[in-house]
């Protein structure tokens, strides 16, 4: 028993330092080993997953590839009947629903002001708006007189009302309506840059004139020696020259206008005064920093802004082509609606009055002592 345990026990010793003994190889083999020797397990991992790829490749079935043609589209349409149906569809929907809802119009084109100027009836509030007529100057340079045209302060800028601007624009465009079915002469006035051609064309549908130029003092205080060299010509009823007046023309004052359109009124205030000494009414854009009281008939609205001020003229130019049209309508039915202010002779009168002054030029006789005469009173004749 004893050498049976004597034995066990030294066995068990033996296998122990066996083991401590192989322990120190293992470990110096995995302390010098090579990444070859780590990266050989993952090299045959895929080449195995590289294989497996390519028998399944292998095994698939090919798939055909798709042909295009470009006329498939026309060629289904023209084999299915539902297409003929569809497009009658589609245009009796398009006449149905045609008149339905808005058409939007296209962007905003300058030019339309003036190759086609807005007539008085197409002054709405949306114009005005669009045209920046509403915005007025800062508040520290107002005039107090505009307070009742002023319809509240933004960002430390008047807004002009817009119904205001409406309303005024509408009674002076009537005012130029009358005064052109009344023969009269309407003066556009606009010296600021780029207002040439509002005015130019204001004056061609009102038959007027125009000014963008610097006015010349005295031009209305002082006509004659100004404008005395300016050609006139004497017209009828219907507006056609009749050249046998022209020698009557000679010793006639210059023409005045009977209304005066301006659309810079602070850059133009020696018009207005000369316009208010010779009891001219005037017509004038005003903004926020202006007198109304320059002009006979304010339109309260932004005169900085070039699109306004071409609606403006336009609108007032438009007013003066309907004026100029009843007038030319009533003198075709031989209604003349104005009264010439000047007096001038038709060639026959003129004829007759020599005729009959002919006699007196002769000397006649008178006998000394005659008291029915002058002549008589001093003993010498009478021309």
């Known amino acids: ?7 066990a026990r030294t066995g068990r010793s033996v296998f122990a330092h066996a083991n401590v003994a192989a322990t120190p190889a293992r470990q110096w083999r995995r302390t010098f080993a090579s990444d070859v020797d780590l ?3 993952t090299a045959e991992n895929s080449l195995k997953e590289t294989s497996s790829i390519e028998i399944a490749l292998e095994n698939s079935t090919p798939q055909p590839v798709p ?8 060629e289904a349409a023209l084999t299915d009947p539902t297409v003929a149906e569809n497009w009658y569809a589609r245009k009796h929907l398009e006449r149905v629903i045609k008149t339905v809802g808005s058409t939007p119009e296209p962007h905003y084109q300058p ?15 949306e114009l005005l708006l669009a045209s920046q007529a ?93 404008l005395g060299r300016c050609k006139l010509k004497v017209v009828d009823e219907l507006d056609r020259e009749l050249p046998e007046f022209e020698s009557q023309l000679a010793e006639r004052p ?34 926020t920093d202006a007198d109304p009281t320059w002009v006979t008939y304010p339109i309260p609205a932004n005169d900085d802004s070039l699109r306004c001020t071409n609606v403006i003229a336009g609108v007032l130019g438009r007013a003066g082509e309907e004026g100029q049209r009843l007038r030319l309508e009533a003198a075709r039915q031989g209604i003349v609606t104005y009264k010439s202010r000047e007096k001038f002779e038709s060639p026959e009168d ?16 008178v006998r000394p002592g005659d008291l029915s005469s002058p002549a008589g009173l001093s003993g010498r004749e009478a021309i």
């Not at 005066?260 to 009891?279: A, I």
Request: charged share 20%; with cysteine.
């Open 111 to 125: 030019h339309t002001l003036l190759t086609n100027p807005p007539r008085p009836a197409d002054v709405t509030l």
């Open 39 to 41: 990266l050989e397990p």
């Open 134 to 226: 509403h915005l007025g100057h800062s508040t520290s340079v107002w005039n107090p007189a505009n307070a009742r045209y002023i319809f509240g302060v933004r960002e430390g800028i008047h807004i002009i009302s817009l119904d205001q601007t409406a309303a005024h624009l509408r009674r002076a465009a009537k005012v130029v309506t009358e005064v052109c079915r009344r023969g009269g002469i309407v003066l556009f006035v606009g010296t600021r840059n780029e207002q040439d051609r509002s005015v130019v064309k204001a004056a061609q549908l009102a038959k007027g004139c125009h000014l963008f130029d610097r006015w010349v003092p005295g031009s209305i205080t002082n006509g004659q020696q100004i």
């Open 1 to 7: 028993m004893i050498v049976r345990r004597l034995a």
């Open 350 to 365: 003129i004829a007759r009055g020599e005729e009959k002054n002919g006699g007196l030029l002769e000397k006649p006789v």
């Open 254 to 287: 210059v023409l005045k206008p009977d209304l005066v359109v301006c659309l810079n009124p602070l850059e133009n205030y020696v018009l207005l005064q000369e316009c208010g000494q010779n009891h001219i009414p005037t017509i004038g854009i005003i903004d």
């Open 67 to 74: 042909v295009y043609n470009p006329n498939a589209a026309r």
